[in-house]
């Protein structure tokens, strides 16, 4: 049976490394990085709003071809509300997929310093117009809220496994995802 697996998370919590990891060891597995499609769409910052929405679509219709054809799906994405983790959850259903739900926790200040960290060095374009949305959206307060939105989420859905996460600590914690994924 193929997975839709969701990785929930702060911005900068190694949602993409995780799911890049993953699939480094699950051959024909999709990484389906949301914020990346939206990149692909341009002037995207001009919209974020709309660009946002209409990634979500094109997401959802990547990952259905994807279960379709029997391989697993991972999204990392950050969700701070309920409306698209549900819409993850439909389709799996849908497609007879199972629907694997994980968040990634630490606490608000490493939140905040981990986003930073990875602004500051990174030359990923994906990276800097995280930064840059970030910017317009709230800057550091919008981001340490985050933290507080995935919470709301994970007491919204109680099977949401939760890895708390430990910066630097990869090896770790891919270790506690296999764990989950083996059930």
Same mark, same amino acid.
């Given at each position: ?19 890049? +990891? ?95 960290? +990875? ?20 800057? +550091? ?40 994924? +083996?059930?």
């Amino acid at each position: 049976m193929s997975r839709l697996i969701l990785l929930n998370g702060a911005p900068g919590s190694g949602k993409t490394t995780l799911a890049r +990891r993953f699939a480094e060891d699950h051959p024909l597995a999709l990484v389906l990085d949301v914020d990346q499609v939206r990149g692909m769409l341009g002037r995207w910052l001009d919209q974020p709003m709309e660009s946002g929405l209409l990634a979500r679509q094109l997401a959802v219709a990547m990952a259905s071809s994807q279960l379709r054809a029997g391989h697993d799906v991972v999204v990392p994405q950050y969700l701070g509300r309920l409306d698209f983790v549900e819409t993850l959850d439909g389709l799996a259903v849908d497609l007879g997929a199972e629907f694997v739900e994980i968040a990634l926790v630490s606490d608000r200040d490493d939140v905040v310093r981990r986003f930073e960290r +990875r602004s500051e060095d990174s030359v990923d374009p994906a990276h800097q117009e995280a930064a840059e949305l970030q910017r317009r959206c709230g800057g +550091r307060e919008q981001l340490a809220a985050t933290h507080d939105e995935v919470l709301a989420v994970i007491a919204a859905r109680p099977g949401t496994r939760v890895i708390t996460t430990v910066d630097g600590d990869l090896a770790g914690t891919y270790a506690q995802l296999l764990a989950i994924l +083996r059930g």
